[in-house]
């Protein structure tokens, strides 16, 4: 028997052996060397029971020498697990287990032979309770047959409770591991979404010039001003040059300076402190902080005040902030990419933008062209709206275009840019009738506020070159196939038997499947 003295003694061992470490391994191996002295104790195994039992995981085991974490998941079925759970009555008493011998057991056998251990062993194990129910299994194993007698079994017993805790921070800390890994996962597509709603279309065509100057610069930390008119892709141009920059793994934070009102803007840049101000019920990171690392993308920055751009203009020089109502700076390590569809330089003239802020704006000017200087990306773009709308649209057949579709658009002067396109096809769309997309009724209204340009001549066959060699292109991506899912009409968002006529017309030569 057990005084209650060294009972006392050996449970506050177990307890500072199995309560003061963070990982279960480090208690399981703290575990295995406080028994050593007290039984025999070769090496510890943690099992926990999942999925209502049918399955038992091994998640740890544990020498005094070594530790390390397993998975080693055993379905079990219905009859094992009452077999677990019986053990056949002798061998167990008070959720305690035995065996004198383990390979002859099935299941004994069976659960040292996935884990790659010796069979020829003696075992001792238990299976605490939690909530009514079992939760796992702790066992500890000797060589050699019949080393565990009934003052061991009665130690053993007098850790139930501890393990029971172990057993129950060794399922909380998978689960905490399963989700990092799935916060991970979910991170990743998270980060291939944003990149493919920021496809930047026509890099190789009419943007390939301004993407070369991004690729320059994406390579430094020197800020860069974005400068193209409303609806150009300004913000797409700004993520690219992020993700492709060193700070690619940071953040990419946005501020449109336009659309926050001047009593707000402190606190969106550079945050606050609880209780600096009414309603400032909890401490709030602002633009700068949550971008620490990565890029602070200030759209529309010549929409800012004077007293908030004298205000930039000291965090951009300092690279430090202060909290409103704070009392200590803090550093910041951001790289800043502004945009604007206005004239910086005619402001400063007219003195509606500071000058210094400008020059610390405008190290790397880069231009965004308008639509209709880059009209050879017409047709990519309406392939990828037309993609992209189906599957928001729900659309299970799409429509065709109709035969003059094509020369509309790219005679249309697009006042709206990138942005008015996709408007347009989303209208063409949901007004599609018959199959068939109509962008007469739609473009001549836009048309008639802000009229196209008069095309010359030289202009018309330039803009029926832009077409063939698109059609050209896409043929030879596909093999020169026409029809089917993958063929070049449905790619175009054409019906077959235009783009037959389509390719007579223009006379384009190809391959055919």
């Given at each position: 028997?057990?005084?209650?003295?060294?009972?006392?003694?050996?449970?506050?061992?177990?307890?500072?052996?199995?309560?003061?470490?963070?990982?279960?391994?480090?208690?399981?191996?703290?575990?295995?060397?406080?028994?050593?002295?007290?039984?025999?104790?070769?090496?510890?195994?943690?099992?926990?029971?999942?999925?209502?039992?049918?399955?038992?995981?091994?998640?740890?085991?544990?020498?005094?020498?070594?530790?390390?974490?397993?998975?080693?998941?055993v379905?079990?079925?219905?009859?094992?697990?009452?077999?677990?759970?019986?053990?056949?009555?002798?061998?167990?008493?008070?959720?305690?287990?035995?065996?004198?011998?383990?390979?002859?057991?099935?299941?004994?056998?069976?659960?040292?032979?996935?884990?790659?251990?010796?069979?020829?062993?003696?075992?001792?194990?238990?299976?605490?309770?939690?909530?009514?129910?079992p939760?796992?299994?702790?066992?500890?194993?000797?060589?050699?047959?019949a080393?565990?007698?009934?003052?061991?079994?009665?130690r053993f017993?007098?850790?139930?409770?501890?393990?029971?805790?172990?057993?129950?921070?060794?399922?909380?800390?998978?689960?905490?591991?399963q989700?990092?890994?799935?916060?991970?996962?979910?991170?990743?597509?998270?980060?291939?979404?944003?990149?493919?709603?920021h496809?930047?279309?026509?890099?190789?065509?009419?943007?390939?010039?301004?993407?070369?100057?991004?690729?320059?610069?994406?390579?430094?930390?020197?800020?860069?001003?974005?400068?193209?008119?409303?609806?150009?892709?300004?913000?797409?141009?700004?993520?690219?040059?992020?993700?492709?920059?060193?700070?690619?793994?940071?953040?990419?934070?946005?501020?449109?300076?336009?659309?926050?009102?001047?009593?707000?803007?402190?606190?969106?840049?550079?945050?606050?402190?609880?209780?600096?101000f009414?309603?400032?019920?909890?401490?709030?990171?602002?633009?700068?902080e949550?971008a620490?690392?990565?890029?602070?993308?200030?759209?529309?920055v010549?929409?800012?005040?004077?007293?908030?751009?004298?205000r930039l203009?000291?965090?951009?020089?300092?690279?430090?902030i202060?909290?409103?109502?704070?009392?200590?700076p803090?550093?910041?390590?951001?790289?800043?990419?502004?945009?604007?569809?206005?004239?910086?330089?005619?402001?400063?003239?007219?003195?509606?933008?500071?000058?210094?802020?400008?020059?610390?704006?405008?190290?790397?000017?880069?231009?965004?062209?308008?639509?209709r200087?880059?009209?050879?990306?017409?047709p990519?773009?309406?392939?990828?709206?037309?993609?992209?709308?189906?599957?928001?649209?729900?659309?299970?057949?799409?429509?065709?275009?109709?035969?003059?579709?094509?020369?509309?658009?790219?005679?249309?002067?697009?006042?709206?840019?990138?942005?008015?396109?996709?408007?347009?096809?989303?209208?063409?769309?949901?007004?599609?009738?018959?199959?068939?997309?109509?962008l007469?009724?739609?473009?001549?209204?836009?048309?008639?506020?802000?009229?196209?340009?008069?095309?010359?001549?030289?202009?018309?066959?330039?803009?029926?070159?832009?077409?063939?060699?698109?059609?050209?292109?896409?043929l030879?991506?596909?093999?020169?196939?026409?029809?089917?899912?993958?063929?070049?009409?449905?790619?175009l968002?054409?019906h077959?038997?235009?783009?037959r006529?389509?390719?007579?017309?223009?006379?384009?030569?190809?391959?055919?499947?």
């Amino acid at each position: 028997m057990i005084s209650d003295q060294e009972r006392l003694a050996f449970l506050e061992k177990a307890t500072n052996a199995i309560c003061s470490h963070v990982y279960v391994t480090q208690a399981l191996q703290s575990c295995v060397q406080l028994l050593h002295q007290f039984m025999p104790a070769q090496r510890m195994y943690l099992d926990l029971f999942e999925n209502d039992f049918g399955t038992v995981r091994t998640v740890a085991t544990a020498t005094r020498d070594t530790a390390k974490r397993l998975d080693k998941p055993v379905p079990m079925s219905p009859e094992q697990r009452r077999e677990i759970l019986g053990f056949r009555n002798q061998h167990q008493t008070d959720h305690v287990f035995w065996f004198d011998d383990a390979s002859q057991d099935p299941l004994c056998r069976r659960m040292l032979q996935s884990l790659g251990a010796r069979v020829d062993v003696s075992l001792i194990g238990t299976y605490p309770i939690y909530n009514g129910q079992p939760i796992g299994a702790v066992v500890l194993i000797a060589p050699g047959f019949a080393p565990y007698q009934a003052h061991h079994r009665e130690r053993f017993k007098m850790l139930q409770n501890l393990f029971g805790i172990l057993i129950h921070n060794a399922k909380q800390f998978r689960e905490l591991l399963q989700l990092r890994d799935l916060l991970a996962e979910e991170n990743q597509y998270l980060k291939r979404e944003i990149a493919s709603d920021h496809d930047l279309i026509g890099a190789d065509a009419g943007l390939s010039k301004t993407m070369r100057k991004a690729d320059q610069v994406a390579a430094h930390d020197s800020p860069v001003l974005i400068l193209g008119e409303t609806g150009v892709g300004k913000d797409l141009v700004a993520h690219y040059i992020h993700r492709t920059s060193a700070r690619c793994d940071g953040p990419f934070i946005t501020m449109n300076c336009g659309a926050i009102h001047e009593s707000l803007i402190d606190s969106e840049l550079f945050g606050h402190e609880k209780g600096a101000f009414t309603g400032a019920l909890t401490k709030k990171r602002g633009r700068f902080e949550r971008a620490q690392g990565g890029t602070l993308f200030l759209d529309e920055v010549g929409e800012l005040s004077q007293a908030a751009q004298v205000r930039l203009l000291r965090v951009i020089q300092n690279k430090e902030i202060e909290r409103i109502g704070g009392v200590a700076p803090i550093k910041i390590d951001v790289r800043i990419i502004a945009a604007t569809h206005r004239d910086l330089h005619q402001m400063v003239q007219t003195q509606q933008f500071r000058q210094d802020l400008w020059f610390r704006l405008n190290v790397f000017p880069l231009r965004v062209p308008p639509l209709r200087e880059r009209r050879e990306d017409i047709p990519a773009l309406v392939a990828y709206f037309m993609d992209r709308l189906r599957k928001r649209l729900k659309i299970i057949e799409m429509p065709h275009f109709k035969p003059n579709a094509f020369d509309l658009l790219l005679a249309y002067a697009w006042p709206g840019n990138v942005r008015e396109l996709a408007n347009v096809i989303e209208r063409g769309l949901i007004l599609a009738e018959q199959g068939e997309i109509d962008l007469g009724p739609i473009l001549p209204e836009a048309d008639a506020r802000v009229p196209a340009q008069p095309q010359t001549a030289k202009q018309r066959c330039s803009l029926e070159t832009v077409m063939k060699n698109h059609i050209r292109s896409v043929l030879e991506q596909v093999g020169g196939r026409i029809e089917g899912s993958q063929g070049a009409a449905a790619i175009l968002a054409m019906h077959p038997s235009t783009l037959r006529s389509k390719i007579k017309k223009l006379g384009i030569t190809y391959n055919k499947p």
